[in-house]
Structure formats: structure tokens, C-alpha cells
């Protein structure tokens, strides 16, 4: 992709807290900071348009639970057209460790994101969004 250089005018308390924000998140130079800020900027706006994006729903979870699998592979299966893969992982004897990547319609990874943390006996879940 074509880089483009532009001038930017920032006040100056506003160029600390970037050269702060840049060196806190281990960003090589202000360019790649405010590349990193404008997209994610950009990528919540999709979100909020219901657009076509993409993202990662992050499940931690007893797999001893009653009903839970079964509920999630339901729930999965329900939303098959937007879920592109899945990576289970074996935290320890009891903990799992789940990640499903998915793509589509805005509104419906939300709602399915909702609905899979939602699931009784999830311990912690989140939906991490991008966009293509
Ligand atoms: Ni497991």
C-alpha cells in the first residue's frame, strides 16, 4: 500500500500523551502510534454500522460445568455462517481456554459473543474486533 506523508499540527500537551502512548505500547515512532490510533478508531465505527467485520471471542471456562459444552455446541452450530475457527486449549486439568474467530455482520458477532459469554458457567469471556 502507497504511504502518503502529511504535516500534523498537534498542541503540545497532545504530542506528550502520543510520545507517552507511543512508548508505553512499544510503538517504534509517532507514525505507527497514530496508524495503530486511526484504525481502531475506523474499526469501532464499523462495528457500530454493522458492517462487514472481523474479531475473536475468548472464553475461559470449567469444562466440568453441567450443560456447558453441549451449550456451546449449540450455540456454535447456531452461528456456523460467521464463526471461522476454533482453538481449544487444555489450561489444566480442569480450565479451558477458548478462541473463535469469527467474521460477518456486525450486529450478529455481537450477538453471538453476548450469547457465548453469557453462557452459564463461562468464567471469563471477550470479544477482541477488527476489521478487513
Ligand atoms: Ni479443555
Redesign the pocket.
Known amino acids: 500500500m502507497t504511504v502518503v506523508r502529511f504535516g500534523v499540527s498537534l498542541e503540545k500537551g497532545l504530542l506528550d500523551a502520543l510520545d507517552k502512548f507511543a512508548e508505553e505500547n512499544h510503538f517504534k515512532n509517532r507514525s505507527q502510534a497514530l496508524r495503530h490510533l486511526i484504525s481502531n478508531n475506523l474499526t469501532e465505527k464499523k462495528w457500530e454500522s454493522n458492517e462487514i467485520v472481523a474479531g475473536a471471542v475468548s472464553l475461559v471456562y470449567d469444562?466440568h460445568k453441567r450443560d456447558l459444552l453441549s451449550n456451546l455446541a449449540d450455540l456454535q452450530h447456531d452461528f456456523h455462517d460467521v464463526i471461522l475457527s476454533n482453538i481449544?486449549?487444555?489450561?489444566d486439568h480442569d480450565?479451558?481456554l477458548e478462541i473463535i474467530a469469527i467474521k460477518g455482520e456486525s450486529s450478529r458477532l455481537k450477538e453471538l459473543a453476548n450469547r457465548l459469554i453469557g453462557l452459564k458457567g463461562i468464567q471469563q469471556g471477550k470479544l477482541t474486533t477488527s476489521s478487513i
Open positions: 469444562h481449544h486449549f487444555h489450561i480450565n479451558c
